[in-house]
């Protein structure tokens, strides 16, 4: 725990689980080195801290304070001020992109590229004030929820969500997604914790129960908080989650935010005096690949990452719904139908190419001008010949008029003036 004065207090991981940020209400920011856990720096902001976010790595991360968002590096040391964001509530990191986002008091969606210093993007909402973002993992979507019950997932080069799904009767409290992507859980006023299906976006399972904060492990377990207890949830198959575990907090204290650490089977929770941490068996991924992820990484290793993740960087473009997208071939167009305009320049062109063609010399007569003029005509015909019939379908010479048959149904008045009188 910290100080009990400067709470409630939220935290964040970096991608390894190496290192921890907390964020304390009342403006104390620790980081912690988790393996040897050493406090590496902590400092007094002095105005309140809404939310903490890592970077690309530990060298860096950004506060959301009262009036701006903030970047220190990992001594204390203020580096930016992010004046355009305004004040933000919520931060997220797409570390694939190098684009910290942000929602702010006005509802409005920011990107900012961290490598460049661009501003990327800017969208209102237009769904009111939220505190609610998660950004999924797997397609770098930002989720929001909204006072109206509504989640919307919205990506950088979209002034319109790309989804907007009615989940809640009553304002969403909390957004999750599961590694994967395929699994999202939202839980709102209305005392239900909802597990959705983003394939096809229908809900899976449902909990009566409330959260403040939800949050899935590496391994697919969900743990939500409510008030001063914390429950984790575990698939039982056919995703029916089961609650797992249960833990009560002491003295009553409140719990703002539940994270899982990745790579280990801990789960910690900031609340309204500090943070603690908890085990749960089986939530976080024994076998980590060091080529992506390294919990022991040395600091040459971690400058080759940086490196590596610089060169490797995605274009905002690349975030979408369906990221398998990517180095798929376009399917081609259906053709579209021609203008009359289109038809009738057609008609000149081979008109005019018709005519141009040389008739040969023959003997006997059948070289005079009169034949080498029917000649021509026979051939601008045959050039015209399939232009025509799409030329009428648009809209140009209606067809010759039908003559009343035998089999034409018309009017008794009319019957006694065709050829043939009708019975």
């Known amino acids: 725990s910290f100080y009990a004065a400067l709470g409630p207090y939220t935290l964040e991981y970096t991608s390894n689980g190496r ?8 403006g104390h920011i620790g980081m912690m080195d988790m393996l040897s856990m050493d406090l590496i720096k902590e400092f007094q902001v002095r105005e309140t801290v809404r939310d903490v976010a890592f970077l690309h790595n530990e060298q860096l991360f950004a506060v959301a304070q009262k009036k701006y968002p903030y970047i220190y590096n ?9 004046k355009e964001h305004g004040k933000a509530l919520k931060l997220q990191f797409l570390d694939k992109h190098f684009l910290l986002a942000s929602i702010n008091s006005f509802g409005q969606l920011h990107y900012q590229d961290m490598s460049t210093g661009e501003m990327i993007a800017n969208h209102r909402t237009g769904l009111g004030r939220t505190d609610v973002m998660r950004v999924n993992p797997y397609n770098a979507v930002i989720g929001l929820g909204h ?10 080069t979209s002034v319109k969500p790309l989804v907007t799904m009615l989940c809640h009767n009553g ?10 992507g395929h699994l999202m859980a939202t839980a709102g006023v209305d005392k239900k914790i909802k597990i959705w299906d983003l394939r096809k976006y229908e809900v899976v399972h449902t909990h009566a129960a409330r959260a403040e904060s939800l949050d899935f492990s590496q391994k697919g377990l969900l743990a939500a908080s409510n008030g001063s207890l914390v429950e984790i949830y575990r698939d039982a198959g056919g995703h029916d989650y089961k609650v797992y575990m249960k833990h009560r907090m002491v003295k009553g204290y409140q719990v703002g935010k539940v994270l899982f650490r990745p790579y280990e089977d801990i789960c910690s929770i900031g609340h309204s005096t500090g943070f603690s941490s908890i085990l749960v068996p089986g939530s976080g991924e024994a076998n980590f690949d060091t080529f992506v992820e390294n919990p022991v990484e040395t600091a040459k290793q971690r400058r080759e990452r940086e490196v590596h993740a610089l060169l490797n960087k995605l274009q905002p473009e690349t975030v979408m719904l369906n990221p398998n997208m990517i180095g798929n071939v376009r399917q081609p167009k259906k053709k579209e139908k021609k203008t ?5 320049e057609e008609i000149e062109d081979a008109v005019e190419a018709a005519k141009s063609t040389k008739v040969k010399n023959k003997t006997k007569g059948r070289s005079k001008p009169s034949k080498r003029a029917k000649k021509k005509e026979e051939e601008v015909l045959r050039a015209k010949r399939p232009l025509l019939d799409q030329y009428k379908e648009i809209g ?5 008029k039908q003559r009343v048959g035998d089999k034409a149904e ?8 065709a050829k043939n009188k009708q019975s």
């Open 19 to 26: 290192y921890m940020i907390v964020g304390g209400r009342k």
């Open 147 to 156: 006072a109206g019950g509504k989640v919307t997932m919205w990506k950088p």
């Open 410 to 417: 018309l009017p008794k008045a009319l019957q006694r003036f």
């Open 396 to 400: 140009g010479h209606p067809d010759k």
């Open 171 to 180: 304002p969403v409290t909390a957004v999750a997604f599961e590694r994967g």
């Open 74 to 82: 990992r001594h204390g040391t203020e580096i930016h001020c992010l």
């Open 340 to 344: 009359k305009k289109e038809v009738e």
